[in-house]
């Protein structure tokens, strides 16, 4: 099992502005937990995203000497990708590719047939670096603008997608409307459609449902999950301001019971919580 820690996620969306300093302290700390991948930052404009406009900076204070955690960074457009697939230090550059016709104009200032023409030239770009392009399926479980939606719609997505040879595809739930049958039905269709891709669950969730969405896609077979400490974080958009992300220690903790080994460092993840109170 995959574990993605996504302080990103969870801080871009923060009213007040967390210092240089205590972004690279709690990444350094997250570094030490045992994440397979660590969504640390973005490159989009900082007009949009003001929480991120320090990324570079941050990048340049992690200590990556004694970690096996790779690095992501978000991105909005080709432009965005540019910037960050010219740091050696980050393997997954992420793009967000709406479901929802109304949310990716809102998301990223573009049509969706625009959309992905920028993922052609930004997954071109990543096999020329050697990086990997991960594409989030955004509003995966479903919309609130009234735009179509179906399982059938997202495998289509992915059949595209598959095209351009993206080998990793996260369906998200963005405004936390996903229900664990829904989930679980939307995993099990992709993975027998299409067993070379490797699916993840980028899911939100209110308090006290994390636990039965990851029990969904782990019975669906999904093998990388995204999260976030103390499930902070989660759309901006979302009109439930108790709809954040899934919490990370609640995942592991059901991983445990579901008897799935990680390689998880317990003494690090409570420090993690412990500094995490600081940033949030």
Partial sequence: MKLIECPRDAMQGLDHFVPTDLK????????QVGFDTL????????????????TAEV??????????????????????A??????????YIGFPLSVSETFQQRNTNRTIAQ?????????????????QLVVYLSMGFGNPYGDPYSSAIV?????????LR????????????STPEAIETLFQLLIQTFPSVEFGA????????????VRAAVRAGVNRIDGALRGFGGCPMAADALTGNLPTEEIIQTLLDEEIALAINQSALQKALMVSSAVF
């Fill in 155 to 163: 495998s289509d997505f992915t059949e595209k997608l598959l095209q």
């Fill in 24 to 31: 690279i302290q709690y990444l350094n700390t997250l570094l």
């Fill in 39 to 54: 969504d640390f930052g973005s490159f989009v404009s900082p007009k949009v995203i003001p929480q991120m406009r320090d």
């Fill in 202 to 213: 980028h899911l939100h969730a209110r308090p006290g449902e994390a636990r039965v969405k």
């Fill in 115 to 131: 959309a992905f023409i920028e993922v052609a030239d930004m997954q071109q770009l990543c096999v020329e670096s050697g990086k």
């Fill in 59 to 80: 990048l340049a204070g992690l200590d990556l000497t004694v970690t096996r955690t790779k690095l992501l960074a978000i991105v909005a457009n080709r432009r965005g």
């Fill in 166 to 177: 993206i080998g990793i595809i996260a369906p998200s739930d963005t405004i936390g409307s």
């Fill in 82 to 91: 540019e910037q960050a697939v010219a740091y050696p230090q980050i393997q």
